[in-house]
């Protein structure tokens, strides 16, 4: 039997800004949760752009487009505004920031697709370049491999079935990374949502807004959140309460993250719960008396020693 998430789709959700000049990775290791300085050309990043607070503003896909330029592939709701918000930054810096979702073209690749034209097995956060077309290697969705296509705008779609953007978006959700939505900005440390174990935090690179919050929550045990799926028969969208009954049910235990229709039915959630809340079972969406979501870890495991 096929898996549903097979398929090219179009990614009308993502947008793209471009760094271009040459302090670009310089200007950007000054300012997200990832070494940019040492991105190599066969590599990706994920990054997340954090307020003083160590609040994630945005999150992001980044990988060099040439020597003096890197694209970051974030959330078409939140570009415009981050955007601006980096501009502010940029002060003296050689660099020059635009949006360039217009200047290509974006499709999610997944499944047995993906393997046609990359049929090699590759890490996440790897980039494969064909000619003036990227591919960047996601982390996967229950099994199923997932790689970012990009390339100028005018090229032709990848070759391969037409896969649903409804798909693509569950298996975002299936793979267990968020994207940072307008629904959360402000809501999470990038730990809350895992960012450190799949490669979104690099604790070894220079200051960043935000960085004393993120290494403190790391290094002195007082993280109390975590990144979780969950299912549930009824919607979920990003930024909705979760609750605990046997509480008082006055205070949410835990935040949607990100969230996508099943194809067998219900939803699917990306959760960032209180530790203690997720084991503790009968979580409910929105109040305590909402529907009842069923809990799992998340797909991946969790970084425990640097």
């Known amino acids: 039997m096929t898996h549903p998430l097979n398929g090219i789709a179009p990614l009308p959700h993502l947008g793209i800004i471009r760094v271009e000049g040459e302090d670009a990775a310089k200007f950007l290791q000054g300012q997200l949760t990832q070494d940019f300085v040492l991105l190599e050309p066969s590599e990706a990043r994920l990054a997340a ?37 980096l501009s502010m930054f940029v002060l003296r810096a050689k660099a020059r920031l635009s949006d360039a979702s217009a200047d290509h073209a974006l499709f999610g690749i997944a499944g047995n697709a993906l393997k ?17 077309e990227n591919l960047v290697h996601l ?19 990848p070759t391969g079935p037409a896969l649903e953007t409804a798909l693509w978006q569950w298996g975002e959700v299936r ?59 009824a919607p979920m969208a990003a930024g909705q ?21 099943a194809p067998g039915g219900g939803w699917e959630a990306i959760v960032s719960l209180q530790i203690a809340a997720a084991g503790a079972g009968d979580l409910r969406l929105g109040s305590p008396a909402g529907a009842a979501l069923a809990v799992q870890a ?3 495991p969790l970084l425990q020693d640097l």
Not at 116 to 132: C, K, Q, V, Y
Not at 139 to 157: C, E, K, N
């Open 298 to 300: 998340a797909p991946y």
């Open 175 to 233: 793979s267990g990374i968020a994207t940072v939505t307008p629904a959360i900005v402000d809501a999470f440390v990038p730990q809350m949502l895992n960012y450190e174990s799949v490669g979104g935090v690099n604790f070894k690179k220079g200051c960043y807004p935000g960085q004393e919050v993120v290494a403190r929550s790391q290094f002195r045990g007082t993280l109390k959140r975590r990144a979780y799926l969950a299912h549930a028969d």
């Open 241 to 261: 309460e979760l609750f605990l009954p046997s509480d008082d049910g006055t205070q949410p235990c835990g935040l949607v993250a990100q969230a996508a229709a």
């Open 139 to 157: 982390y996967p969705a229950d099994g199923q491999p997932r790689a970012l296509w990009v390339a100028p705008a005018g090229t032709a779609a």
């Open 49 to 85: 752009f954090c307020s003083p607070k160590g609040r994630m503003q945005a999150s992001f896909v980044g990988f060099r487009r040439g020597p003096a330029e890197i694209l970051l592939v974030c959330s078409r709701d939140l570009l415009a505004p981050t955007l601006k918000r």
């Open 116 to 132: 046609t034209i990359a049929p090699d097995d590759h890490p996440a956060w790897t980039l494969s370049t064909f000619g003036s």
